[in-house]
């Protein structure tokens, strides 16, 4: 379920099921020309602020029935009869992001707002990741080049030994790699949203960029609190608040070992 007062990225989470989209337990069932939701959704973007949702059910209870013909996505208004909203998460990063979780209890919504087609809500989902992606990739370069910035800057202005950080060896080449990673994170990004905006299934470069952006991300982020050295651990610095912020990225929108998955998979397919 997405939290939505615009385009937003997916987020069909549970508490029972994450990166496994397949074990959504959310579950609608048709009566008449209206459908009725059942189930919760945790982990939900912006859901104190949405007027509406994006959900993701489970439309045929048969468990043996195959994905692309067992699920269904609706739009549901926020302000629908049996909809509660949560409190707000206290995560241990991105603490401005508006994060609950959503109760459905008998939740009536009529067939006009099916996403898609009935049955098909498998393949709108993994179509909005393909979108949504990149767009976590972005976020985690931006993570990634501040804290490369915030590292330089202190390691032009630190001096121990008579002589600015930088210029020892040691802390120089740790620069060189987080200068690195962000040149190369971006790159994966940029060939992801590149094949998206050329109309062709990006879903393996979407996967590369989001797993490297994400790398660059946290590693980055733990180098330049450990340039920073004790001050780096102090909260009047700005560094831990990004290596805190950074975790999440390994995690939503597709955890770093479903991303290697899905690259094995794509990639797999070239030789057989």
């Known amino acids: 379920s997405s939290g939505i007062n615009a385009e937003w990225p997916l987020r069909p989470g549970e508490p029972s099921a994450g990166s496994d989209v397949a074990s959504t337990r959310t579950h609608s069932k048709k009566v008449g020309n209206e459908y009725v939701i059942n189930g919760s959704k945790m982990w939900i973007t912006n859901c104190g602020h949405a007027n509406w949702f994006f959900v993701f059910t489970r439309s045929d209870p048969d468990p043996k029935a195959p994905a692309g013909k067992a699920f269904t996505a609706f739009v549901v208004d926020a302000d629908s009869p049996g909809v509660t909203v949560g409190r707000k998460e206290w995560n241990m990063g991105q603490r401005a992001s508006d994060t609950r979780g959503v109760t459905f209890e008998d939740v009536v919504v009529p067939k006009e707002n099916i996403v898609g087609e009935a049955g098909g809500g498998f393949k709108v989902a993994m179509k909005c990741f393909d979108k949504t992606r990149p767009t976590v990739g972005a976020m985690s370069l931006g993570l990634a080049r501040r804290a490369l910035d915030e590292a330089s800057k202190y390691a032009t202005e630190r001096k121990t030994m008579g002589k600015p950080i930088f210029m020892h060896q040691g802390v120089g080449f740790m620069l060189a790699d987080m200068a690195m990673r962000y040149e190369l994170a971006r790159l994966g990004v940029w060939k992801s949203c590149v094949e998206y905006d050329e ?73 057989l």
Do not use: W
């Not at 920073?228 to 390994?250: C, H, S, T, W």
């Open 199 to 271: 109309g062709r299934r990006n879903t393996y470069y979407a996967s590369v960029g989001k797993l490297y952006g994400a790398i660059a991300a946290n590693a980055n982020a733990s180098d330049a609190v450990q340039i920073f050295g004790g001050n780096g651990f102090n909260k009047e610095y700005p560094v831990e608040k990004l290596m805190r912020d950074a975790k999440i990225f390994q995690i939503y929108e597709g955890t770093d070992q479903i991303q290697k998955l899905i690259i094995s998979r794509e990639h797999i397919q070239k030789y």
